[in-house]
């Protein structure tokens, strides 16, 4: 290999390396006159981010006038966006919805990503009933049942909410992070109605419509609320679980996923298996 050539492919390998453990930013730039150190990028209308220059690892022009910065992972960001007075507001640093967690290293007989829920005969017409001698007859309008006499159910099975699972928003947003976002979306539409609504666990929602939950460890508060079951450690056919995995040292703010312990699989946008487990049943 000529000289020339090889200083170029190290020149390469070098930018490369810089963008190693980093997250990408872009838009409008100039130095920030209120922080010192620091650069402003102007993402949007509705969001400015203030980077440390520190903090900035590489950096490319797109187009006449934006720039895409590569910013150090982990790094203390500040962001200002559009608010709605009286809403109450998360920090003022960059949430762990706008940061991608690492990916999770492969660890052998961990659950397997769920397939799309199957066509279940829930979903398929019965044949019509017949009429036979002896047969119950259809119970009068008004009349007392068994059914009304049955404790009213509380919330719906945890086994409902994979059948939600679409890996979407309602809304059609998406973060670079969205355990959280597209698990309670899931959660809403099985008729967790109070996470669509004001919560006393839920800081964060997404920017549109729905309003969808969005951070991992408001969803690990609202599982402990409502768990009557805990545990540390997957297990065979013990049933549904919520699950919160957390290895602060990794990605402090963890990872929301669902898991049918059954058919080992789980319903997100992955599964840590080497973290800690949080595991909740209700």
Excluded at 34 to 55: R, T
Excluded at 173 to 197: K, M, P, Q, W
Excluded at 201 to 229: E, G, H, L, Q
Aim: negative net charge; glycine residues 8%.
């Amino acid at each position: 290999m000529m000289k020339g050539q090889q200083n170029d492919l190290t020149s390469l390998m070098d930018r490369a390396s810089k963008r190693d453990a980093t997250v990408p930013f872009e838009g409008y730039s100039r130095d920030d006159g209120n922080i010192p150190g620091n650069l402003l990028i102007v993402e949007s209308g509705d969001c400015v981010y203030s980077f440390a220059k520190s903090d900035i690892m590489d950096r490319e022009t797109i187009g006449e006038d934006r720039i895409r910065v590569y910013v150090r992972e982990g790094a203390s960001v500040f962001r200002l966006d559009r608010m709605r007075a009286g809403e109450p507001q998360g920090a003022f640093m960059v949430a762990m919805e706008n940061v991608a967690p690492p990916t999770s290293p492969a660890v052998p007989g961990e659950p397997r990503p769920a397939s799309g829920p199957a066509e279940a005969m829930e979903h398929m017409a019965p044949p019509p009933a017949i009429d036979a001698p002896g047969a119950p007859h259809y119970a009068a309008t008004g009349t007392e049942s068994a059914q009304t006499a049955r404790p009213r159910v509380l919330a719906p099975p945890l086994s409902s909410v994979g059948g939600y699972w679409t890996n979407s928003c309602m809304g059609g947003d998406a973060y670079v992070n969205n355990c959280a976002h597209f698990l309670s979306d899931a959660f809403i539409r099985a008729g967790y109605t109070e996470l669509s609504t004001a919560n006393p666990f839920i800081n964060a929602r997404c920017n549109t419509y729905a309003r969808r939950p969005v951070r991992a460890r408001d969803m690990w508060a609202w599982f402990a609320s409502k768990a009557v079951r805990t545990s540390s450690a997957p297990t065979p056919y013990t049933g549904w679980w919520a699950v919160f995995q957390l290895d602060e040292a990794v990605y402090w703010g963890g990872h929301v996923v669902l898991f049918d312990s059954d058919s080992w699989s789980y319903y997100g946008t992955g599964w840590h298996g080497t973290w800690r487990q949080y595991m909740y049943q209700w």
